[in-house]
């Protein structure tokens, strides 16, 4: 990747207030520049919004899922999926796959793209991952897991981390017992997400299960769960007791959260000081990164769309703004639109309803 076009000195100042801030840790041989990480979700997580994350200040960023079986197989798609820039700090690889043999096999080829780690996905609960016995579904038979893991670590010489949930549903909530398996088989941390895979993304990430999993633990705990806003990440990051915690969607609606939540009295206002102007600067930097990455037209409009009209929710107009996104079909014009609605917002501030169900699809 090319060195992108430096924020102005304004923008740098903002960042420059918060980075202050931050407190780097160290999770088996990896330092991460901050305790909060961009959390793994599909679709979303490739090599630009990584880099654009840790631009403004993820400790670190896991890859989206990606299939043991299409990197055996050679796919060309799902290898460029492994691909890293070498601008990537702290970017783990996170893997799904149910065959020991082939997660193995799959692991030697994504350690050869350069990693600081893998992961395995445990946490995925949508159905065309766990039906093939991928995702949530390996947290149903747990006798199957340490052979997995040992497989798997024996074939890699990164640290090797799992991602899972509480338990498949209320009356399974085994996460205790996996953390064991994973710290006798290998495995260096656990992030974990609050819900069954029964609950899917509804009702609330159970942070008080969470919680207690830190009182016993045996492994460096990650955090994952409802985190959608600075004010409540700054809250958890001050009284938890795990290692880190991961932010999946808050992410996609304001892209300054991993700053944001630094610190508590700013948080605590509930007001942010990035304006219009600021996100039209971090938007300019994501077609950088974008274009770069998928020269074709086509892909970049769809790669960059999706971000744009997140990142313009709760602003003003946001929904009339976003019509005339997805209606426009040159990436020229789409920019244009762009540039005009975020630089005509002024000091205007978001105002987001987090009791409205927000991509519960299966990201995060």
């Known amino acids: 990747m090319k060195a992108s076009k430096p924020f102005s000195p304004e923008l740098l100042a903002k960042i420059e207030k918060f980075r202050a801030l931050n407190h780097p840790m160290k999770l088996g041989n990896v330092d991460f520049s901050s305790r909060l990480l961009l959390a793994p979700m599909a679709g979303i997580c490739n090599l630009p919004y990584r880099l ?10 896991v890859s989206e899922l990606i299939s043991c079986h299409g990197i055996n197989y050679g796919n060309q798609r799902t290898l460029e999926m492994l691909k890293i820039d070498p601008l990537e700090k702290n970017v783990g690889i996170q893997l799904f796959g149910e065959d020991a043999e082939a ?21 995925c609960p949508v159905n065309k991952v766990v039906s093939k016995g991928g995702g949530s579904a390996l947290m149903r038979d747990i006798t199957a897991l340490a052979p997995l893991f040992e497989k798997v670590r024996g074939q890699i010489k990164i640290p090797l981390s799992i991602k899972i949930r509480t338990g498949w549903d209320a009356n399974t909530l085994n996460a205790a017992e996996i953390i064991k398996i994973a710290r006798e088989s290998g495995i260096e941390w656990v992030a974990i997400h609050g819900r069954t895979r029964t609950q899917q993304y509804t009702g609330v990430a159970d942070w008080n299960f969470i919680e207690n999993l830190n009182q016993v633990k045996s492994l460096p705990l990650i955090g994952n769960g409802d985190l959608h806003h600075p004010y409540g990440v700054s809250e958890r990051l001050q009284k938890t007791e795990c290692d880190a915690l991961m932010i999946a ?17 700013y948080a605590s206002q509930k007001r942010s000081i990035f304006n219009g102007h600021d996100y039209w600067e971090v938007i300019q930097r994501l077609f950088s990164y974008v274009t770069e990455t998928f020269p074709e037209e086509r892909t970049s409009l ?5 971000l744009i009209v997140w990142f313009a929710a709760g602003f003003p107009h946001a929904a009339a703004f976003r019509s005339q996104v997805f209606g426009c079909q040159v990436l ?10 975020f630089q005509s917002l002024g000091e205007a501030q978001k105002f987001i309803n987090y009791d409205e169900v927000f991509m519960s699809s299966g990201h995060g």
């Open 52 to 61: 654009l994350m840790e631009d403004l200040g993820a400790g670190g960023t």
């Open 103 to 123: 997660m193995a096999r799959a692991a030697q080829v994504a350690e050869s793209f350069g990693p600081k780690f893998l992961d395995i996905n445990m946490g």
């Open 332 to 341: 020229a014009d789409t920019m244009k639109l762009t540039e005009d609605y």
């Open 249 to 265: 969607r808050g992410a996609l609606r304001n892209p300054f959260i991993f700053l944001e939540s630094l610190d508590p009295a």
């Open 302 to 306: 769809v790669q960059l769309r999706k």
